[in-house]
T-cell receptor, first 109, second 116 residues
Framework: DAKTTQPPSMDCAEGRAANLPCNHS???????VYWYRQIHSQGPQYIIH???NNETNEMASLIITEDRKSSTLILPHATLRDTAVYYC??????????FGTGTRLTIIP | DTEVTQTPKHLVMGMTNKKSLKCEQH?????MYWYKQKAKKPPELMFV???????INESVPSRFSPECPNSSLLNLHLHALQPEDSALYLC????FGLGTADEKLFFGSGTQLSVL
């Protein structure tokens, strides 16, 4: 039972903002939206997470809609090193983190 | 030290061999995880230890045997594996015990296992 829906793939030009959408229409009130990414043959890397408010850190920004049914991860100035599979995950916290199929983001030079 | 270290990075074993994968973290984290990832698929949860006790076993076959000797170390003992068990095995940790809200996981780089 997939909790999130993401496009299977996206391209973005180097230096531009990459906007990755995620739908999570069945999210519960105490569940957070997490984003991880996995660069080829490496372990997943935490990017950002949020509950209701928009969040920003040194890697990315997370925009969550007011009804919390969807969100967007923004990489403000994409580089070639941002090419990876990006996973949007809805979870209470550290319990049974379950990965969906994610979005394969390719940064084009 | 903010890393989860997995050894070995690569392992080739026969179906009759016994081997172990090792995972270490020195961040004082209290929950540790094993994930399995087949090629071009997302990671799948296998086991979770919380405060050194096995808390979740996702119906993993008994040929995989986890062990948590102390709060910094997690092992995965392998015995009589099948070729279909070939995969990337990922270890992760998180600061507090299982069921903590607002928590994130830190992953190691994984062990690429090939079973011949």
């Amino acid at each position: 039972d997939a909790k999130t829906t993401q496009p299977p793939s996206m391209d973005c030009a180097e230096g531009r903002a990459a906007n990755l959408p995620c739908n999570h229409s069945t999210i519960s009130g105490n569940e957070y939206v997490y984003w991880y990414r996995q660069i080829h043959s490496q372990g997943p890397q935490y990017i950002i997470h949020g509950l209701k408010n928009n969040e920003t850190n040194e890697m990315a920004s997370l925009i969550i809609t007011e009804d919390r049914k969807s969100s967007t991860l923004i990489l403000p100035h994409a580089t070639l090193r941002d090419t990876a599979v990006y996973y949007c995950i809805v979870n209470f916290g550290n319990e049974k983190l379950t990965f969906g199929t994610g979005t394969r983001l390719t940064i084009i030079p | 030290d903010t890393e989860v270290t997995q050894t070995p990075k690569h392992l080739v074993m026969g179906m009759t061999n016994k081997k172990s994968l090792k995972c270490e973290q020195h961040m004082g984290h209290r929950a540790m995880y094993w994930y399995k990832q087949k090629a071009k698929k997302p990671p799948e949860l296998m086991f979770v230890y919380s405060y050194e006790k096995l808390s979740i076993n996702e119906s993993v076959p008994s040929r995989f045997s986890p062990e948590c000797p102390n709060s910094s170390l997690l092992n995965l003992h392998l015995h009589a594996l099948q070729p279909e068990d070939s995969a990337l095995y990922l270890c992760a940790s998180s600061p507090f015990g299982l069921g903590t809200a607002d928590e994130k996981l830190f992953f190691g780089s994984g062990t690429q296992l090939s079973v011949l």
